[in-house]
């Protein structure tokens, strides 16, 4: 498992260069610890507006984080870790706990509801962009 954690920020690096859909080559199990590490960590809007990252699994339920974004991109964008469950199952079943957030939709947002791992259930699971802005040339 300290090779899945070691090698965890290089792996999501790679994956934010990839686009799109993106899938690690190596989406093992995630412990409680990388997800808490991922889910701290900042983020480039304008790298990952609307892609969906597939992290690995937790507990044997494939968790992703996606990067949705409306019509004022990258601000707007925001990023919500979250199982992927198959049709039909229970979120509790699955270890998880159900939250609802805001999700940008064209010039407002709606309120969708997630199956987020438990252990990032009192936080952590949803994060909205932190834009720095450009730098300007002298």
Do not use: N
Not at 89 to 108: L, Q, W, Y
Not at 127 to 138: F, G, H, K, S
């Amino acid at each position: 498992m300290a090779c899945i954690r070691s090698a965890f920020p290089a792996m999501l690096a790679v994956l934010a260069a990839a686009g799109g859909i993106a899938r690690a080559q190596a989406s093992g199990p995630l412990d409680d610890a990388a997800l808490k590490a991922y889910a701290a960590q900042s983020f480039d809007p304008r790298a990952m507006m609307g892609r969906t990252v597939e992290l690995g699994r937790h507990h044997g339920v494939p968790v992703v984080a996606e990067f949705p974004c409306s019509d004022v991109c990258p601000q707007y964008t925001v990023r919500i870790i979250h199982y992927r469950l198959p049709p039909d199952t229970d979120c509790a079943a699955a270890g998880g706990v159900e939250r609802t957030v805001p999700v940008p939709v064209a010039i407002a947002s709606t309120d969708a509801t997630f199956c987020v791992p438990k252990v990032l259930a009192g936080g952590g699971y949803y994060r909205r962009a932190e834009l720095t802005p450009p730098r300007r040339r002298p």
